[in-house]
């Protein structure tokens, strides 16, 4: 059977050639030391997992729940902005339950891209702006991400048919997987730009909470007439170590949040309730977890940049999300650095090409793993390769 060719359209899987390295490693004994995968390695808190077993209990959320989500949830979700950004958000109509950002990501290309749109998706980035513009038959123009920019899009370097064709412009910051930052007045930037071209801005806050050194990463929705223009992604995921549970939300812009709403409503039926009971509780519940897992972050984060500081990289520890970009010595490109240190040190980190053409002369390390197993990695790495030069 011939497949859909927005199912062909998939660019292929980048990292397919480093896994089965991976399970030669593996087969061969090797103890490979995963700096892979940006997954919290810890445990959902207890006060939430109490939560979603008390309310497994109860029948009355055995049943479909709304699509758009509860209404306690959004207001929980509504709460959390007040308490965190100062946003007013109205939870009726600019807030939307998501079975986890992705979903939103995904689907949010399926309520604006018709066949030969373009949207605008940073490169490097999560893959999942680019992918869903694809499967909505519409075509991602990258906006490079570069490092003497602060790892910010160069919004004046959009040609002006293109920022006038597009339709949504995806942003993310914190940044994964650069851990770049934006303020305020880049926001305020994005919103001119997308009132200018008549865009839809789409920020995804995933990393919002995953922060160090008293930095507080802002909200898009702060910025003056962002609710105009655009809606902002965030998710339990990351802050309370809940990637498994599939709980988040879209905030913003009422039509776009509605337009989000009546797409979910035709294809999936919402979250479980007592996973959206869940979700409140972590929103509204005491909060020293997300705190602990700051200090945990920033522990493993210093030991990483250390470590690396030490074989010859100059690096500034990042201020936010669970991972390090650092450049690719001379004389090799991502993938081949890669296969190296999997090769000579058992460590898997991530090559740069993975997220986009200019990922490339760069690696991602994720910090979701134990501090004591970080120091070991990055131990062999100095054992097996030594002093590096740039
Ligand atoms: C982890 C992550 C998400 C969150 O995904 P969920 O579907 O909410 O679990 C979204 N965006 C980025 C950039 C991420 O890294």
């Not at 100062?86 to 689907?107: M, Y």
């Not at 979700?279 to 700051?294: C, R, W, Y």
Request: aromatic letters at 10%.
């Amino acid at each position: 059977m011939q497949e859909a060719k927005r199912l062909q359209s998939l660019p292929p899987y980048l990292f397919a050639r480093i896994e089965k390295k991976i399970q030669e490693k593996k087969a061969a004994g090797v103890d490979v030391i995963s700096l892979g995968i940006g997954d919290p390695d810890r445990p959902t808190p207890g006060n939430i997992i109490d939560k979603l077993v008390e309310q497994a209990h109860n029948p009355e959320n055995h049943s479909y729940p709304s699509s758009v989500g509860m209404m306690e949830y959004r207001e929980a979700v509504a709460q959390w902005y007040k308490n965190r950004f100062e946003v007013d958000l109205d939870p009726a109509s600019e807030i939307v339950a998501l079975i986890g950002s992705k979903e939103g990501i995904g689907h949010i290309s399926f309520c604006y891209v018709d066949p030969g749109d373009v949207n605008l998706v940073p490169d490097p980035g999560y893959p999942v702006y680019g992918i869903g513009t694809l499967l909505a038959g519409g075509e991602p123009y990258n906006m490079p991400l570069k490092e003497e920019s602060g790892f910010l899009p160069d919004l004046d370097a959009i040609p002006e048919d293109v920022a006038d064709k597009a339709k949504i412009l995806f942003i993310n910051y914190p940044n994964n997987p650069t851990g770049a930052l934006a303020d305020i007045g880049f926001f305020n930037k994005v919103v001119a730009f997308a009132k200018k071209h008549d865009l839809i801005v789409c920020h995804d806050g995933a990393y919002s909470e995953i922060a160090f050194d008293g930095y507080e990463p802002p909200s898009f929705l702060q910025a003056e007439g962002a609710k105009e223009v655009g809606i902002e992604f965030n998710s339990l995921s990351k802050p309370y170590n809940m990637t498994g549970w599939r709980i988040g939300w879209a905030a913003g812009r009422p039509d776009v949040i509605e337009a989000l709403g009546r797409i979910k409503s035709n294809l999936d039926s919402g979250a479980f309730q007592a996973i959206q009971y869940a979700a409140i509780e972590g929103l509204t519940g005491p909060q020293d977890s997300v705190k602990n897992m700051q200090a945990v972050y920033k522990e493993r984060r210093d030991t990483v940049v250390n470590g690396l500081n030490a074989m010859g990289w100059n690096m500034k520890a990042p201020k936010a999300t669970f991972y390090v970009w650092a450049p690719v010595p001379k004389g090799f490109n991502s993938s081949e650095f890669a296969e190296l240190v999997l090769e000579k040190a058992g460590v898997i980190i991530t090559p740069g090409i993975g997220y986009g053409d200019n990922g490339e002369g760069y690696f991602r390390i994720a910090l979701t793993v134990d501090n004591k197993r970080i120091e070991e990695a990055l131990g062999r790495m100095k054992d097996a390769i030594g002093k590096v030069e740039f």
